[in-house]
């Protein structure tokens, strides 16, 4: 029988417990509430959202695998969570239709588009990076031949929409472009071709280029004859220019001279986030596959969702307009420190044993705050695929 110290010392500890947060300290997650969740769903952009509960014994196992996924995905899915918990956030979690937690929901295109619910009992970073992943809404026309590009430029020219069309030597179209292209629908036509050795590129009057290097070429509406983008391959970057774009009074050529203008200044806190995903995004691949050797086949083939992307939200390297400052050798020491020694020992760690899907689960009574969540199948583990 418990005595009344007991008791009183059990009570403390649940309070506590269920109001410590259950996200690693340096996770890319955002909590979300009802406001912040009407601000997310207003944008063109997949979001994967978790709701959660901190006392939830499922939750709290799930959140550092949940937090990983975000890791890989970061900045081109955003990744939030919130707390059914709080008082303010039950209606939220109640209109969501929420029923046992944790529950985990791809928007893939805000509020345009009805939300996804993973139903998998696989709840590793892995199985949430491809769920996301490869989910976002293609709206990607891919050009195969160079002879194709043309034909589509004056196709298109008709619809009287701006155009962009993507150079890249990567197999499958980077996350970064579908990203941009699910984001813009119905207001910019974006398209791929892959120019694995530059060819293309050389034929249409460009340089060959470098082995990551992409050129994206833009198309103002009505027009045949592109206009090269000079600004950097970032996510930020290349939103504000095709707003730009959008907008039809500005004129493309001072737009994109502006564009080129914008030096490449690292963030320290972004750069951090890049040294995490290096490692985390061999983890996350690998954990895809059956076993080591499989998955570094298919690196080999080109299967890796988020291209060769060096800094987060980016195609291809850092660009070279760095200035060879004190500071810059301090960033570039710090990534060298964290590059091919750290990507072996990682390599090395991860293949050592793949752990089997988790089971599904059905949730205890006292996690499910109206019925039991129903377990399902977990979703087999394949290589990514060239369409997104």
Known sequence: MWNTQAIALTLVLT??????????????VKMLDPKG????????????????????????????EYSKAALGLYPLIPTYAVDCDADANKRLCHDQGVQGFPTIKLYPRGKQLNPLTYDSGDRS??????????????????????????RWVEESAERGLPRALLLTKEKIIPLLWTVLGNKFAGKI???????????????????????????????????????????????????????????????????NEEAASEEFVPDEAELEIERKQEAQRIALAHGGF??????EDALKKGHNPHGSQGYPGMMGDMPKKMKETESDSKVAESMVETGDAKEQATFAASSAEVPAPTAAHTPEPSEVPTEETKASEPEPASAPKDEL
């Open 290 to 295: 059956a076993n080591f050797i499989d998955f």
């Open 125 to 150: 970073s892995s199985s949430f990076f491809y769920w996301a992943s490869r989910r976002v809404p293609n709206h990607i026309k891919k050009i195969g031949q160079l002879d194709d590009i043309q």
């Open 189 to 255: 036509e974006l398209a791929s071709h892959r120019d694995r050795k530059g060819k293309s590129s050389v034929a249409m009057g460009y340089e060959a280029g470098e082995q990551k290097s992409s050129k994206v070429l833009i198309y103002a509406p009505g027009s045949t004859t592109p206009v090269r983008y000079e600004g950097i391959n970032k996510l930020d970057s290349l939103s504000k220019f095709f707003e730009s774009v959008i907008d039809g009074t500005a004129d493309l050529k001072a737009v």
């Open 37 to 64: 969740f009407r601000k997310v769903m207003k944008a063109n952009e997949t979001t994967m959202v978790a709701f959660v509960a901190p006392w939830c014994g499922h939750c709290q196992r799930m959140a550092p």
């Open 15 to 28: 309070s506590t417990f269920a109001s410590a947060a259950i996200f690693p300290k340096d996770t890319v």
